[in-house]
Structures are given as structure tokens and as C-alpha cells.
């Protein structure tokens, strides 16, 4: 289990993030067209799975902003923001906001991928959410980089999470 804080209050997840250098959990999400989408969907391009509690706050929505941007300079590169949004909210929030760089997807059917990597926040007012988190692979799926964000209200360090891809 991971030891985050909320607004400064103590919480816990549900295990810890993968290891660097092992590979990435394969993974059933669901797209903004209700498709269900897994790793396979993504092979052959590095990833940037950027990972929040809801779309609908004002960091996780600045995180999904930053990395559209990054993405659009990254050669072979997918950046997939993953939440327990519905996917309707996350559609409307990237068309309202313009994005076209990332892949928004949703845990919300099981909870299945926060399970198998740890990222389920198990007390606090988010509660059942995903934490805030940065998984980074090659091509293959091998993880390069994570990242669990220490305060959830905090961004997660964009530099260092991208600086493995070059």
C-alpha cells in the first residue's frame, strides 16, 4: 500500500505501482465509443499513462491539458488518461476542451486495472477512485518510469516522466 494525503489528509491505495524495468499489466478499459480497448490496441508505440481520480477537478484536469501538449512532440508515442470517469464525461470534457493528443480511457466496469496496479484509493473522500499516478513504457511494455503523486492535489512531474522517452 501506498501512503498519499488528500488535501493533507492521509490515505492509502490499494498496493503499490508495478516496478520499473517489469512489464506493464495487459488491461480491458473502455473508450469514449463504449469500444473496449487493451495493450494490445497500443502495441508498438511507447506509452504515457497518466492516471487520476476524476476529470472533473481542476489538477487532473491541467494534467490531461499538459499532456496533450507534451504529446504532440513525442515520435511513436500514446498518451492514455485513465480515470473511473464515465466515459461520456471524459468525451465531453475533451471536446469541450479541445484535446486531441490523448486517449481517454475508464476503469469504471470493474475497477479491474486500479486492482492490478495498485492505484485504488482504499479510505478518504475519494474513496474507490484511482490515484493520482504517471506508469511510462516502451514500445513493448516494459515500464521505464512511474510516479505515485505523494498529494493527490499535486501535479505529477511531467519533465521526469517524459525525459525517459528521449
Not at 75 to 98: H, Y
Request: aromatic share 8%; glycine share 8%.
Amino acid at each position: 500500500m501506498a501512503n498519499i494525503t488528500l488535501g493533507g489528509n492521509p490515505v492509502k491505495t490499494s498496493g503499490n505501482l508495478p516496478e520499473v524495468g517489469s512489464q506493464l499489466n495487459d488491461f480491458e478499459l473502455v473508450a469514449i465509443d463504449l469500444s473496449t480497448k487493451t495493450l494490445n490496441d497500443f502495441k508498438g508505440s511507447k506509452l504515457v499513462l497518466n492516471i487520476f481520480p476524476s476529470v472533473n477537478t481542476g489538477v487532473c484536469a491541467t494534467s490531461v491539458r499538459q499532456f496533450n501538449t507534451e504529446a504532440s512532440e513525442l515520435e511513436n508515442t500514446k498518451v492514455l488518461c485513465i480515470s473511473r470517469d464515465l466515459p461520456f464525461a471524459q468525451d465531453q470534457f475533451c471536446a469541450a476542451e479541445g484535446l486531441d493528443n490523448v486517449v481517454m480511457l475508464s476503469d469504471f466496469k470493474s475497477g479491474a486495472f486500479g486492482k492490478s496496479n495498485g492505484l485504488i484509493m482504499v479510505n478518504g473522500a475519494f474513496e474507490g477512485l484511482l490515484s493520482r499516478s504517471v506508469i511510462v513504457t516502451d514500445a513493448n511494455g516494459k515500464i521505464l518510469y512511474t510516479e505515485q503523486v505523494s498529494e493527490t492535489g499535486k501535479e505529477p512531474n511531467y519533465k521526469a516522466a517524459l525525459e525517459v522517452l528521449y
